[in-house]
């Protein structure tokens, strides 16, 4: 069964730093793009970064770059998301997704919520 | 960035009714004849589950009462006859900018 499963969410105050995690099983995680994807409370989805297959590529969407930086460690199957000066509209359940190759996103994690608060 | 625009908001139809998401893109999303956009699902507390790709080609175990067309521009998300399990947020999703994948702000989908 092909699963994603997301960890390290947390309260953190603004302006600190978070590593999210997230470990596929059920695939050639090396094989895959890989994607996270952010919702807000009550909010729509908002797609935050991605990382090509081997890592030697990344992009970020406008409102992370420069704080937000995605890694990945194939031989571990496992995804990254290293989060600095976090800010209260960082609040939100980040989810990581396999990317197709064409690019639709499939499956999804469960999703670990980070909130940002003093 | 490409801006995909949803419509309605949300809708309430009765049980076995059809119902009809649209969703439009800022862009064309045609490149050699395939529309590159994506409709998922969303229950609430769950992730989003892919429902259809291509604009119009349903992810395997998909039910046949969900239905996805459009090209160029305007695409539409019908469920032909509206079932209790079918309450969630749906959205579109274009991906074919691969520098920044965009979705629409969601529709609502409840019973009357």
């Known amino acids: 069964e092909v699963q994603l499963v997301e960890s390290g969410g947390d309260l953190v105050q603004p302006g600190g730093s978070l590593r999210l995690s997230c470990t596929a099983s059920?695939?050639?995680?090396?094989?895959?793009?890989m994607h996270w994807v952010r919702q807000a409370p009550g909010k729509g989805l908002v797609w935050v970064s991605r990382?090509?297959?081997?890592?030697?590529?990344?992009t970020y969407a406008d409102s992370v770059k420069g704080r937000f930086t995605i890694s990945r460690d194939n031989a571990k199957n496992t995804l990254y998301l290293q989060m600095n000066s976090l800010t209260v509209e960082d609040t939100a359940v980040y989810y990581c997704a396999r990317g197709s190759e064409p690019g639709w996103f499939d499956p999804w994690g469960q999703g670990t919520p980070v909130t940002v608060s003093s | 960035d490409i801006v995909m625009t949803q419509s309605p908001d949300s809708l309430a139809e009765s049980l076995g009714e059809r119902a009809t998401i649209n969703c439009k893109s800022s862009q064309s999303l045609l490149y050699n004849s395939k529309a590159y956009l994506a409709w998922y699902q969303q229950k609430p507390g769950q992730p989003p589950k892919l429902l259809i790709y291509w604009a119009s080609t349903r992810e395997s175990g998909v039910p046949d009462r969900f239905s996805g067309s459009g090209s160029g521009t305007d695409f539409t998300l019908t469920i032909s006859s509206l079932q209790a399990e079918d309450v969630a947020v749906y959205y579109c999703q274009q991906y074919y900018s691969t520098l920044s994948w965009t979705f629409g702000q969601g529709t609502k989908v409840e019973i009357k």
């Open positions: 059920g695939f050639t995680f090396s094989s895959y793009w």
């Open positions: 990382i090509n297959n081997d890592g030697s590529a990344t």
